[in-house]
């Protein structure tokens, strides 16, 4: 499980297509892969990849053609920056919300608007998740925990504000009107919607009680 507190960047050092899976080797040298071993647990842009091998400043990764598919992780290019978050460890501070690294979809920045040291940045989520996130809610964006400040349900959009330590800690700052990025919803909302939804749908569709005169 992750907390949306990126950690920091890495930088993508290669990138080989294998059969069925593509791999990449991040390197850092910052302490981001300290202590790290094979199997390890690791967020890169908010996806929830396994360490198959490292060395002191990189670790390296494969990503499956599905996992490929449904995150911006197909479009990675060497030399681009990821976003690292190592798994959560029990009885430390989570600052930000869980995460599991399981994205749902990814989204397209609308609009970019510098506001003094901040960016306020409108995204246009997937119809079908968009039905999962509220104002004042959680989303996950690249792996960053961020709050909903305004949500368009006619034009699925929703409106986050970037601080100066998100923009300086995480790659959200290179971000340009049209990019995408990958989306984790609040795993507590999507429970609570999807069985509020069943049980709607049960009491529909079960037959009325006759009642004996």
């Known amino acids: 499980m992750y907390t949306g507190i990126v950690q920091g960047t890495a930088r993508v050092l290669s990138l080989h297509k294998e059969t069925g899976h593509q791999r990449v080797v991040l390197v850092q040298s910052s302490p981001l892969f300290d202590n790290i071993d094979i199997g390890a647990s690791v967020s890169v842009n908010g996806t929830c990849l396994t360490v198959t091998a490292y060395s ?9 053609n599905r996992t490929a598919e449904i995150t911006t992780l197909e479009h990675l290019r060497v030399n681009d920056r990821v976003n690292i978050e190592r798994s959560h460890r029990a009885g430390e501070e989570n600052g930000g919300h869980a995460l599991y690294g399981h994205i749902d979809s990814t989204a397209q920045v609308v609009s970019w608007q510098p506001l003094g040291e901040t960016v306020s940045a409108v995204l246009r989520l997937e119809p079908a998740t968009s039905a999962y ?68 749908a049960r009491q529909r569709g079960r037959p009325r009680a006759i009642r004996s005169s």
Request: hydrophobic share 35%.
């Open 133 to 200: 996130v509220f104002e004042k809610g959680f989303i996950g964006l690249h792996g960053c925990s961020l709050t909903v400040d305004r949500l368009d349900e006619e034009r699925h959009t929703v409106t986050v504000n970037l601080i100066p330590q998100t923009l300086a800690l995480t790659n959200l700052s290179g971000l340009q009107v049209g990019d995408r990025v990958n989306v984790e919803i609040d795993q507590t909302t999507r429970t609570l919607v999807d069985t509020l939804q069943r049980t709607l």
């Open 56 to 64: 002191s400043d990189s670790a390296t990764f494969d990503i499956s």
